[in-house]
């Protein structure tokens, strides 16, 4: 239904989409202005990199900055050229990608599409989707820029077969919950965005960017709410229907130059965000009928509203020395207006703003010209989202608008190399320390509540690599150490209805939904025109609710993969398979913090396997 991605801890908590972190797709935002983000309509088919940056420096980004992904597209460049990719795995799964980048004159283009349909590794947990993503751009007088994104993803009645208890896992980890496929559990999700940059040099070293972007995106779901659970007239239904419209703009000004005789480099703007969202809820049945739109439950009008501004500079101020400065400051509105008022649910209309400002200091040595040492601090802001002020813990109706944001302090110390051969490793010694922590309070009947619970402290260390062994050998390897703990103890419901919090969670208890270590491995073999490669993943136990009294045990899964490629004068043919979890391991996927019946658990696939074609063309030739 939604991708979960957490950097060093941040984002863990989230039950679907991405929170506290900020994701970016060609330069547009892709993390709505409340801090709520999806990775659904990134486009893989045409990208051409995907970065991640994590650590102090992410504070730079404002809001919910725990982290931040970009994906970019390949830019168009003549001659015409393009691919077409056609795969076929387990349970059913097809997938189609096709793209189109080519330029002449000054305009660039570059299309790219695909689709995707599975039956589902479980019961009830079939799905598709398709997404298909424009990137237009032009050459300006004075070498300047336009580009223009626009993206479109759409992912109909996606089923969910909602999480399972340990002994469901042991009798049968594929199956579904028997209250899925009583009220037909499921997700539609459609988003269509549009945006638009500008880059202007203007002399003496200036230059000018300004970025808008607009976008609308509508979420239906369905939950596993029991019916006489709707009969409290505070309760806002079994079925979410969420419309969002959002957009922004983003102005800076960047100059190049020195100070001192070194290289000087200042960028300062400010942007301005804006999202009107329609949340409905309605009953999840009409009359003995489970899983169907009833009686409406709940109908608000919510707006959030952001406004920042920023400074930066970078500054080589000795030969091997350098230094990067910058602040962020943060103002965030957040307002409702209840539109379902009855004798027995008063209006629940209010406001709450936050607000922060959110400064980064970084110093990097370069005692070679292939090794870099850094030490960078920072401060980071994560404002509730919607969806984590849309149900309160004790409750009521409307919204909790009693949260507060979570601030954190983040120190970093790491090293970077890299030689001529492609060799590179990379290591980082991390800590964030933060305040009034989000978590959340309780997940029952796939709806989730969250709270503030005091100080919570991340730390650890990674260590990555990608090595050259021999002419047709290399080797890639990442593992990463993460202690993360609440340092608060605090109060917590375990009972299914509980609203009144009364067992003690003590301080220095780890956060669930994070694992102590996870690494990766993948040696690859590529001799002429073949490639065979094997993978090895693994994670830890991993705690999925606040009392830690149950973990998800850690695995280890192995993996391998073949292609072949053939090469023509017009493009290249390459024939790939592949097989995942070689081994047919048992194990955890992804855990439910806190799931109110005990449903922690969604169990990974067993063994599968996949077959693909990629043709690769261009109009001149060659691959």
């Known amino acids: 239904q939604d991708t979960q991605l957490s950097i060093r801890g941040f984002g863990a908590r989230s039950t679907f989409g991405v929170r506290g972190l900020r994701l970016y797709a060609d330069g547009i935002p892709a993390t709505m202005p409340d801090g709520q983000g999806q990775v659904s309509h990134f486009s893989l088919a045409g990208a051409e990199r995907i970065e991640v940056l994590r650590g102090p420096f992410s504070a730079l980004h404002g809001n919910s900055s725990g982290g931040v992904v970009q994906i970019w597209s390949a830019d168009g460049a003549a001659p015409m050229h393009g691919h077409v990719q056609a795969s076929a795995g387990r349970d059913a799964s097809h997938a189609l990608s096709a793209s189109l980048r080519g330029a002449g004159g000054v305009l660039g283009y570059a299309f790219a599409a695909s689709a995707f349909d599975t039956d589902g590794w479980r019961d009830h947990s079939a799905a598709k989707r398709t997404s298909f993503n424009a990137r237009l751009h032009a050459a300006l007088p004075g070498d300047g820029r336009v580009q223009l994104v626009a993206n479109r993803f759409d992912a109909p009645d996606a089923q969910d077969p909602l999480g399972l208890t340990w002994a469901q896992v042991q009798a049968d980890p594929r199956q579904a919950t028997s209250a899925a496929t009583q009220f ?32 609308r995106r509508g979420i239906e779901q369905v939950l596993a709410l029991p019916v006489a659970a709707q ?4 309760n806002a239904g079994g079925v979410i229907d969420l419309d969002s419209d959002y957009g922004g703009v983003d102005l800076r000004w960047r100059w190049r130059g020195s100070l001192g005789g070194r290289a000087l480099e200042v960028t300062a703007g400010g942007n301005a965000d804006r999202q009107r969202q329609h949340r409905r809820g309605y009953e999840n049945f009409a009359g003995s009928a489970l899983g169907v739109r009833g009686a409406l439950r709940r109908d608000e009008r919510n707006r959030v509203d952001n406004l920042d501004q920023y400074a930066q500079a970078w500054w080589q101020f000795a030969e091997r020395w350098s230094l990067l400065a910058g602040a962020r400051r943060s103002e965030v509105r957040f307002r409702s207006r209840d539109g379902y008022v009855t004798a027995a649910n008063p209006d629940d209309s209010g406001r709450v703003e936050y607000s922060d400002t959110t400064p980064v200091l970084g110093l990097t040595f370069a005692p070679h010209r292939d090794w870099r040492l850094y030490l960078s601090a920072g401060r980071g802001f994560e404002t ?15 919204l909790a608008f009693d949260l507060r944001p979570a601030t954190s302090r983040n120190v970093e110390l790491g090293a970077k190399w890299r030689n ?7 290591a980082a010694l991390f800590r964030a320390d933060t305040d009034d922590e989000l978590a959340v309070a309780r997940n029952v009947g796939g709806r989730s509540s969250f709270r503030n619970v005091g100080r919570a402290r991340r730390e650890g260390a990674e260590v990555s690599a990608s090595l050259p062994l021999a002419e047709d050998w290399s080797l890639a390897l990442a593992w990463t150490w993460l202690d993360a703990r609440f340092r608060d103890g605090f109060p917590i419901c375990t009972a299914a209805g509980c609203t009144a919090p009364s067992v003690l969670v003590p301080a220095g208890t780890a956060i669930p939904g994070t694992a102590r270590q996870q690494a990766f491995a993948r040696v690859q073999w590529q001799p002429r025109d073949w490639t065979f490669a094997f993978e090895a993943q693994g994670i830890s136990a991993m705690g999925v609710n606040d009392t830690g009294s149950e973990r998800a045990p850690g695995h280890v899964l192995a993996h391998v993969e073949a292609a072949r490629t053939w090469r023509r004068a017009r493009g290249s043919l390459r024939a790939f398979a592949r097989v995942d979890n070689l081994f047919d391991r048992d194990h955890v996927g992804s855990v439910i913090v806190n799931e109110g019946n005990g449903r922690y658990y969604e169990p990974g696939p067993g063994r599968g396997w996949l077959l693909g074609l990629r043709w690769n063309w261009s109009a001149a030739g060659g691959d």
Do not use: I, W
């Open 420 to 426: 001529a051969h492609g060799a590179r490793v990379e």
């Open 184 to 215: 037909d559990t499921r997700k539609s999700a459609r988003q269509e965005q549009l945006g638009l940059r500008v880059e202007r040099p203007v002399g003496g070293g200036h230059a000018l960017e300004a970025m808008a972007y607009a976008g």
């Open 384 to 398: 509730p989202t919607f969806n984590e002020l849309g149900y309160r813990a004790d409750g009521g109706a409307g």
């Open 231 to 234: 009969a409290n007239p505070l």
